[in-house]
């Protein structure tokens, strides 16, 4: 968090040839605020110190600092009688942050960039129980936009906001693994999460090769062992390592799906269209559809495996 101790240079940025415009309620009292917040874009926030002072202790040292006599290199101004304080971010986010300050209702975040942009504006000002409501709202944004949410949590250091994130990219393809804030986090951090998720990948394909999840009691007719013949003898085979038999389009099912999941270690991907078998592979013209109509169980059950495996998977930091 932010040294109470900030310099006000450390926050000032003087606003150049930006026209100036009044903040809307509750910014705009006339009378009783005594000093103006400016915005980069030059917009006029009309505040009281001794709020601000108290939701954040940067706020509170820029303000018992003395006021110069004499303008400070032209960046001091005064305004209707009030000092203006110029500051870095821009009126939507300081909009945001002072309305945290005060008693009124502060909007809820859905926007990447304008949780980056407050989050980080609470950061420097110190504001702690800010800071944690953004990071709230930064969760709030995981499915629109899991990468993203991993980026902006991974460049403020959110190591358990960073690391659910993590995980839930591993729902998306790989082809899908863009987004606008990528830019914010180095190479390093973006290897580690591939490589993170390859170790996922590898886990879940294990599954794909193992046969020990094989439950007999949830879908005997897909499944078998040994010398239990009971499935149609014109498309059941062995697997050729172990005594289980099915019938064939699952053990290429279980080829395609271990590929797959090399590169997507997420069981819902397995009961994707791009490796489920469909009716036509399914149909045996001896055996009929009904030997097969439990298939949704295996799948629903190979699904869950893949999972639990990659439950297993630690998630490494990011920085």
């Given at each position: ?234 498309c059941c085979v062995e697997d050729g390592q172990t005594d289980w038999y099915a019938p ?72």
């Open positions: 968090m932010s040294d109470p101790d900030t310099t006000l240079a450390e926050v000032e940025m003087p606003v150049k040839s930006v026209a100036i415009r009044d903040a809307a309620a509750p910014f705009d009292d006339t009378a009783r605020a005594d000093i103006i917040l400016r915005s980069s874009d030059g917009v006029d926030f009309r505040v009281y110190k001794n709020i601000l002072s108290l939701a954040s202790p940067v706020f509170g040292t820029m303000f018992s600092l003395p006021q110069p006599a004499e303008p400070y290199d032209g960046g001091d101004e005064v305004r209707h009688g009030l000092p203006v304080l110029p500051l870095t971010e821009d009126a939507h986010t300081l909009n945001i942050v002072l309305r945290w300050c005060y008693p009124v209702a502060v909007p809820r975040l859905t926007s990447l960039s304008v949780i980056r942009c407050v989050f980080q504006a609470a950061h420097k000002y110190a504001m702690d129980d800010l800071c944690d409501s953004v990071e709230l709202d930064l969760l709030g944004a995981m499915d629109a936009d899991p990468l993203g949410v991993f980026a902006v949590a991974t460049s403020f250091g959110l190591e358990t906001s960073a690391a659910q994130a993590a995980t839930r990219t591993l729902q998306l393809p790989l082809a899908a693994l863009h987004s606008p804030e990528l830019h914010r986090i180095s190479s390093g951090q973006y290897y580690a999460l591939l490589a993170y998720r390859l170790t996922c990948g590898v886990a879940a394909r294990d599954v794909a090769l193992s046969k020990s999840w094989f439950n007999l009691d949830l879908y005997s007719d897909i499944v078998t062992l040994g010398g239990d013949m009971d499935l149609c003898k014109r064939r389009f699952v053990w290429s099912y279980l080829r395609h799906a271990g590929t797959l999941l090399l590169h997507h270690p997420y069981g819902e991907a397995v009961k994707s269209a791009e490796v489920a078998p469909s009716r036509r592979e399914r149909r045996c013209e001896q055996c009929r559809v009904n030997r097969f109509r439990d298939f949704h169980l295996f799948m629903e059950h190979f699904a869950r495996e893949v999972d639990s495996a990659v439950a297993q998977v630690s998630v490494p930091r990011f920085y």
